[in-house]
């Protein structure tokens, strides 16, 4: 069962405008939630989180929101740049005894045009 | 700061062959972890470590084994590959348990088994 699921294979915006990356789960154990940045022949990068006990997380063009009755968080990215165009992977960590394991989505590759 | 480090980049296997890939990490992490990465499928763990000399099983260990014998290393390993087994494998690390600690990823082993 896929417990975290990212909707969207693709997304494509325009400079400057915002970007709206979508993520839905299904295991209310999950407590923090991350977003992951993926260039091509890259490792993941660490891009933001947000505690379960929060429902907003800011660092500059980067929010992320979290709505728990949905069991649904969005990444915004505000304003987008060329940069941004990578992929992006929601990810999610649960309350267990060993480890810290991450259940990642599928993730969506974003374009951001000039 | 080499961050983590994984050997090799590229391999070509035929079926039933074996390798050892090789995960470093220069940043003192208890934690360590194996992921596959197939397309549009995001990233799934196959192994974790949450110290040395120990190892668990993820999501899809099936056909592979591990060791940390060094607290900077870990070691996945294929003893008869297989081309389900034809991936992405990324290795990661991480400070400590919890959701608040990201993991730190190398830069993937592109692996095809022909």
């Known amino acids: 069962d896929q417990q975290v699921k990212q909707n969207s294979p693709s997304l494509s915006v325009q400079e400057g405008r915002i970007s709206i990356l979508n993520c839905d789960y299904t295991?209310?154990?999950?407590?923090?939630f991350l977003w992951y940045k993926k260039y091509p022949a890259e490792g993941p990068t660490f891009l933001i989180s947000?505690?379960?006990?929060?429902d907003k997380n800011e660092d500059g063009r980067f929010t992320v929101f979290l709505n728990k009755s949905a069991k649904h968080l969005s990444l915004h990215i505000v304003p987008s740049q060329p940069g941004d165009s990578a992929v992006y992977f929601c990810?999610?960590?649960?309350?267990?005894?060993?480890?810290?394991?991450?259940?990642f989505g599928e993730g969506t590759q974003l374009t951001v045009n000039p | 700061n080499a961050g983590v480090t994984q050997t090799p980049k590229f391999r070509v296997l035929k079926t039933g062959q074996s390798m050892t890939l090789l995960c470093a990490q220069d940043?003192?992490?208890?934690?360590m972890y194996w992921y596959r990465q197939d397309p549009g499928m995001g990233l799934r763990l196959i192994h974790y470590?949450?110290?040395?000399?120990?190892?668990a099983k993820g999501e899809v260990p099936d056909g592979y084994n591990v060791s940390r014998l060094k607290k900077q290393n870990f070691l996945l390993g294929l003893e008869s590959a297989a081309p389900s087994q034809t991936s992405v494998y990324f290795c990661?690390?991480?400070?400590?348990?919890?959701?608040?600690?990201?993991?730190?990823f190398g830069d993937g082993t592109r692996l095809s088994i022909l």
């Open positions: 990661a690390s991480s400070y400590a348990r919890g959701g608040n600690q990201p993991q730190h």
């Open positions: 295991n209310s154990m999950f407590d923090y």
């Open positions: 990810a999610a960590s649960a309350r267990e005894t060993s480890g810290s394991r991450l259940t």
């Open positions: 947000i505690s379960s006990i929060k």
């Open positions: 940043m003192n992490h208890e934690y």
């Open positions: 470590s949450v110290g040395e000399g120990t190892t």
